[in-house]
């Protein structure tokens, strides 16, 4: 039962412009949302994060969305540069001391960035 | 800078071999966690470890196990491996309130 869903397995957008890469979830405990991005033959690395109390946490180029009515948050990149083409998973955690939380992660949406 | 280190980039193992990945954080983290990632199945997590020589069942523990005797390093073990464990493993560590620090990942083949 995948609990965090991310139904856009690919993504192309074009250089400059606005990326939106969606994520919903379906279990009502999950109190903290996070993004990570993978390059090939590297690990996933943080990117940013939101808790459930905020619908909107903004750094540099990044902005994650959160509407919890929906279950559903939107991670949000302007202006896409070619550095951002990578693999972008949205994960979840049921407190915001996170890194004490197992997180649940979905399935992940590949970004290409067309120069 | 936390840096993780996953021992073997990749790895061939054939079927029924015991098998060893192993994991070692330089940054005092408590919490220590192994996933796997698959196309189509993002990653999913295996065992945890809070401290040492605790372990926590993830969502996929079985025919896997772990151990944990120092603070730094954390092993995964396929007690017998199979060909559907054939997979790229991730090692993660982290205090309370940072995010997963992630290794490289080991692709294991299993023939």
């Known amino acids: 039962d995948q609990q965090v869903k991310q139904n856009s397995p690919s993504l192309s957008v074009q250089e400059g412009r606005i990326s939106i890469l969606n994520c919903d979830y379906t279990?009502?405990?999950?109190?903290?949302f996070l993004w990570y991005k993978k390059y090939p033959a590297e690990g996933p690395t943080f990117l940013i994060s939101?808790?459930?109390?905020?619908d909107k946490n903004e750094d540099g180029r990044f902005t994650v969305f959160l509407n919890k009515s929906a279950k559903h948050l939107s991670l949000h990149i302007v202006p896409s540069q070619p550095g951002d083409s990578a693999v972008y998973f949205c994960a979840a955690s049921g407190g915001s001391n996170f890194g004490n939380e197992k997180l649940t992660f979905g399935t992940g949406t590949r970004l290409t960035i067309i120069p | 800078d936390v840096k993780v280190t996953q021992s073997s980039r990749y790895l061939v193992k054939r079927t029924g071999e015991k098998v060893f990945l192993e994991c070692v954080q330089d940054m005092d983290h408590e919490n220590m966690f192994w996933y796997r990632q698959d196309p189509g199945l993002g990653l999913r997590l295996i065992y945890f470890s809070y401290d040492v020589k605790m372990k926590e069942k993830g969502d996929i523990p079985e025919g896997y196990s772990v151990s944990r005797e120092k603070k730094e390093r954390f092993s995964l073990i396929l007690e017998s491996a199979s060909t559907n464990q054939t997979s790229m493993y991730l090692c993660?560590?982290?205090?309370?309130?940072?995010?997963?620090?992630f290794g490289n990942g080991t692709r294991l083949t299993v023939t």
């Open positions: 279990n009502s405990m999950f109190d903290y």
């Open positions: 939101i808790s459930s109390i905020k």
């Open positions: 993660a560590s982290s205090t309370g309130d940072s995010p997963l620090h």
